[in-house]
């Protein structure tokens, strides 16, 4: 059993507030005592564990981080970006998983109060008036990490997913397709899904191709498994020549159906994904995709968090980075 502060003061002959003092203002302990703790402290090995000097120091060195599917590889070098982060700046990280599920995601915010967790990296997801509500309650700093709320005056880290959306439409017609289709997440996810199709709407817009912004199908979550979205973008635009997806893992699924269909990749329909998770770089072909700076985005969150924590001055509220197009084998200019 691990010795506790009373064992400490109980074999030095001193109080538990002078053990106290001792380990946080030892200045104001005569030496004689001061000596006796010490000594105490050194042949039990005593260690305060880290909720008691969270209540003494008011500050755990803990963040947490809440991620609505951990499974998600896009997660992968976010947490790595906010591991190194945290390393760096002395802190331990929690990670949980949501599973979007409302209750969960509330149990998980009470148990970081009661931990005295000093801040929260929430990731991806939208926030919710009764999500705000109840981190206002909490009183807790959180940042937004590949999301952000104009509702709210909340920081956050992301790229512009419109406009990279924008960009990745645009190469294709900069390559010569003039029937382009998207597989998209539903509208109702603003990060994601309503900015990338407004970015795809966009494009097609401004290159006069306006008749396309209906070539579009919606799933509903991230997965691999898209055959029938596939199955219905084709039926409803047999004649396209490139698709745009919201994310490489709804790529990789369309270049699987695809190769099940005997259609070429890049040959007969050029593909271009969202995010670079590592995945896109060995699929067969490998996957042009929009490249998310995934890991910076963990680790300049931290660190903004961190600025919060410790009252310093942050001038921009909601940070973009920079993305960029990874150009591979599932995309040709015709």
């Known amino acids: 059993m691990k010795p506790t502060i009373r064992d400490v003061a109980k074999m030095a002959d001193v109080s538990i507030s ?38 003494i120091y008011k500050k755990t060195n803990t963040l947490a981080v809440v991620i609505p599917d951990i499974r998600n590889p896009y997660y992968a070098d976010i947490i790595r970006g906010m591991e ?25 915010l009470n148990n970081f109060y009661e931990r005295q967790v000093d801040g929260i990296l929430y990731t991806s997801d939208p926030i919710f008036p009764d999500y705000y509500n109840e981190i206002k309650r909490l009183n807790i700093p959180v940042m937004l990490v590949a999301t952000h709320s ?24 900069d390559s010569g397709h003039r029937k ?10 603003g990060i994601a899904g309503l900015t990338r199709y ?33 199955a219905k ?35 007969d329909i050029s593909v ?9 770089r060995i699929t067969i072909p490998k996957l042009t995709t929009v490249a998310q700076p995934t890991y910076e985005i963990g680790y300049r969150s931290v660190e903004k968090l961190d600025a919060i924590i410790e009252e310093k001055e942050d001038p921009v509220l909601r940070e973009l980075l920079t993305h960029e197009i990874i150009e591979r084998a599932s995309t040709r200019k015709i």
């Open 18 to 55: 002078t053990v106290s003092r001792v380990m946080n203002t030892p200045e104001s302990v005569v030496e004689d005592k001061k000596a006796k703790v010490l000594e105490a402290i050194e042949k039990l090995k005593y260690k305060p564990n880290a909720l008691a000097r969270g209540l």
């Open 84 to 108: 190194d982060a945290s390393k760096k700046l002395g802190y331990n990280l929690i990670i949980c998983n949501t599973d979007r599920d409302k209750k969960r995601l509330f149990s998980y």
């Open 150 to 173: 104009m509702e709210y005056e909340l920081p956050s880290v992301k790229i512009d997913d419109e406009q990279a959306a924008y960009d990745a439409v645009k190469y294709l017609i």
């Open 180 to 189: 382009i289709g998207m597989i998209g997440f539903d509208l109702s996810d």
């Open 198 to 230: 407004q970015g795809f709407v966009r494009a097609l817009r401004e290159h006069d191709i306006d008749e396309c912004k209906d070539n579009i199908v919606y799933v509903d979550g991230w997965s691999y498994d898209t055959p029938d979205a596939s």
């Open 233 to 267: 973008l084709l039926a409803k635009c047999p004649d396209v020549t490139a698709i745009f997806t919201a994310s490489d893992e709804l790529a990789i699924g369309l270049l699987c159906y695809l190769d099940e269909q005997g259609i070429g990749v890049p040959g």
């Open 272 to 280: 271009i994904g969202f995010d670079n998770i590592r995945l896109s």
